[in-house]
């Protein structure tokens, strides 16, 4: 079996005849005697081989590692497992014993009494060097097919917390998982673990097997004590921003452990990470694959980048203390929620950071997967528009799935309450920091804490920072970061470096994010007790069913009286929906179909609900910007240059409403933070002011 993520169009592409470019030695018959078929059994599925038809049971590839019946294969093969067999090339099947797993990198070791021949390794591959994959694909027992190396040191497929990947275009399909890449010697390159596939899940040439060398470092920690141990830097990171990616690619501390690894070594906040252990940095990402190869008691060069000047560091890792018993392997292979550890590689933050992962759960209502967050013994919070109208709400934990209670509130915001029994009795209560002055001068970096759909987990994802608190005379204002959010965050966390909750997650994208502050949990908390609670929390919760219902039935319909309809029950039921995000989803689907009067009324609203919303504000620039409106446009693009924003399309339409809408000035101070961020653009952006075109009829 093949992990099929990120789902893909199928690629066309034509052979062109330079055949001998690939043609290179046969791989001899021998080399599939270090390959294995792998068949776990997992509940309630048939076991493969012994007679079950290809592809109607879970199976899986493995490779000869070590002597001594050392097999490598990938976790999520035998993840789910109650017993594992392995199938050899002459056909014997043998029971397999899991010597160790490590969930982080998806590597798995078992043994079988049989001694295997184990694989020379090859050194590091070239690009566009031959690359073939050997695997039990569909369940039809050993296979070969050849392509080449495409990339190296791929950190960021997003399969893997712990990622170093070899991409190759050579096939792999399901069961492929645990097989071996080779070079055209049949020396091992790397062992299968995740392609890119299309809906079918069929291979379209994007495939990813385990570098050799985390492949070795995790088999040593399995075979020698069942888990893995990482080491820790005790550092936050985070991209740089844009302007400095202008100059410098790396990845920023945003955060240091007092007394971790990091600070001893003299490193600062600030600094960019630029190589680590001989290996460049791009990204945070890179930095957990280059600590990922790094052991525990050993020394990792680092040069980091500070005030103009690079600066070589050492990081030097203590040894690890000497433990015992399962329960000893378990707190070091998960994380250790007690402990001061920080920069896991499943969350490379501080501990207090990574300990709220503890305090938020996925959650199931109306929303069909979103987050929650405790506040309380049996008390949660997520947003209103993730229950709705509904009345329950399914609470997914440790222990299993539990019945939550939607507790009505007259509080008017996107935030419900939802009382759950049998949560767990030592987990982390978030007490909201309803106090908190959200001071842009002294922002630190924040994190939002959720449901990550893919991974089937809750991650804490990576820091963002305060770009505008919530507008002074907004009722119902926000808090507005670059904290990353994603599908399935919304209601989770948004906390501080020290682990303090500091709002609520609502969502966003492209950079702009929001959250609802801390302080609105007292008002919904408060209004719990009010007479109009139950009509407050139902009317609002119908209207928000029936506007998404109105938004639904829309899609898909094609021009005529029938979608007229359709677009006029969308704009009179979203109007009422008191919610900025329905305001600004249904704007956007009454623009694209032409009703632009209606869809500037829809922006207006969720601007009047939200002042300081970047997000708002561009939606309805947008659509003034279409209705040829570009005086009425000034006041907001002014908005946004007061607000310091540096994004893109706001300094766009700040150029084009100071052109056209007489604010020369305007168009100036636009181009000066354009020509700064984004020195290419500013090229486009001065002809077009010097240029200036006749202004559009509206």
């Known amino acids: 079996m093949i992990r099929a993520c990120l789902i893909a169009s199928l690629l066309a592409w034509t052979v062109l005849g330079h055949s001998e470019r690939v043609r290179a030695a046969d791989l001899p018959d021998s080399i599939l005697t270090s390959v294995v078929s792998v ?33 490598a294969t990938a976790y999520h093969v035998i993840e789910p497992a109650e017993r594992v067999d392995v199938r050899l090339y002459d056909g014997r099947i043998l029971p397999a014993k899991v010597v160790g797993q490590d969930r982080l990198s998806d590597i798995a070791l078992l043994k079988v009494d049989e001694n295997l021949t184990v694989f020379d390794h090859a050194p590091k591959p070239a690009l566009a060097s031959r690359a073939c994959v050997i695997s039990n694909a569909y369940g039809l027992d050993l296979s070969v097919t050849c392509g080449v190396v495409s990339a190296r040191n791929v950190s960021n497929a997003g399969f893997n917390a712990v990622e170093d990947f070899i991409q190759t275009d050579a096939a792999a399909n399901p069961g492929s998982s645990g097989g071996a890449l080779v070079d055209e010697g049949g020396r091992l390159i790397g062992m299968v673990s995740a392609i890119f596939a299309s809906r079918g899940e069929t291979n379209i040439g994007v495939n990813f097997a385990v570098s050799t060398s985390l492949l070795d470092r995790v088999v040593d920690d399995l075979h020698a004590k069942g888990h893995v141990s990482y080491v820790s830097a005790g550092w936050g990171l985070e991209m740089p921003t844009r302007q400095d990616l202008a100059i410098r690619a790396g990845a920023r501390v945003a955060s240091l452990a007092k007394g971790g690894t990091a600070q001893k070594s003299g490193v600062q906040t600030g600094d960019l990470i630029v190589s680590l252990a001989g290996r460049d940095i791009r990204k945070p990402r890179d930095v957990v694959s280059a600590l990922a190869l790094v052991r525990q008691g050993e020394a990792a060069e680092l040069l980091v980048h500070r005030d103009g000047v690079m600066k070589s560091l050492t990081l030097t890792f203590a040894q690890e203390k000497a433990q015992a018993g399962t329960a000893a392997a378990k707190a070091l292979t998960e994380f250790d929620e007690a402990s001061s550890a920080i920069g896991t590689p499943d969350c490379p933050y501080a501990a207090a950071v990574c300990l709220t992962r503890q305090a938020v759960f996925p959650v199931e209502s109306y929303d069909p997967l979103a987050s929650a967050v405790r506040i309380g013994p049996d ?35 996107d935030l419900a309450l939802i009382q759950v029994a049998g949560l767990p ?77 500091v709002g609520i997650a609502v969502g966003g994208g492209e950079g702009r994010y929001e959250a609802l502050p801390a302080r609105d949990i007292a008002d919904l908390l408060n209004g719990r007790s009010d007479l109009d609670a139950e009509a407050v929390q ?22 005529g009286e029938e979608a007229i309809q359709l677009l006029q029950r969308v704009f009179k039921t979203c109007s009422l929906a008191k919610n900025q995000g329905h305001y600004l989803n249904a704007g ?63 300094l766009r339409l700040a150029i084009q409403s100071g052109t056209l809408g007489g604010e020369a000035e305007l168009a100036e101070r636009a181009y000066k933070l354009m020509e700064k961020a984004y020195p290419r653009e500013a090229e486009a952006a001065r002809r077009f002011i010097d240029n200036s075109p006749l202004r559009p009829k509206q």
């Open 39 to 71: 068949l776990p059994v997992w509940p309630g599925k048939p076991q493969g081989g012994a007679g079950t038809p290809a592809g109607a049971a879970p199976e899986g590839s493995g490779i000869a590692i070590r002597p001594g019946g050392l097999i």
């Open 379 to 413: 008390l949660l919070v997520t947003n209103r528009h993730v229950v709705a109208d509904r009345t329950q709400a399914v609470v997914f934990t440790p222990g299993g799935p539990l019945k939550g209670k939607v507790i009505p509130s007259s509080y008017r915001g």
């Open 425 to 501: 009795d030592t987990g982390l209560i978030l007490t909201p920091d309803i106090e908190s002055p959200f001071d842009l001068a002294a922002s630190e970096p924040l994190h939002a804490v959720g449901a990550d759909l893919d991974q089937r987990q809750i991650r804490v994802f990576p820091p963002g920072h305060l770009t505008l608190p919530p507008a002074a005379d907004a009722d119902l204002g926000r808090l507005h970061v670059t904290s990353y959010m994603q599908p399935g965050v919304s209601g989770g966390a948004l906390i501080d470096g020290a682990g303090d909750l």
């Open 538 to 559: 139902g009317g609002l919760g119908r209207s928000l069913v029936l506007c998404q219902d109105a938004m639904d039935s829309v899609e898909g319909q094609q021009v």
């Open 588 to 650: 956007r689907i009454l623009g694209t179909t032409g009703r632009i009067a209606d869809a500037i009324t829809l922006h207006e609203l969720a601007v009047d609900q939200v002042p300081n919303s970047v997000n708002a504000r561009l939606s309805l620039l947008t659509s003034l910007q279409i209705a040829g409106r570009y005086e009425d446009m000034v006041p907001h693009v002014r908005f946004l240059l007061d607000a310091q924003t540096s994004d893109l399309q706001g």
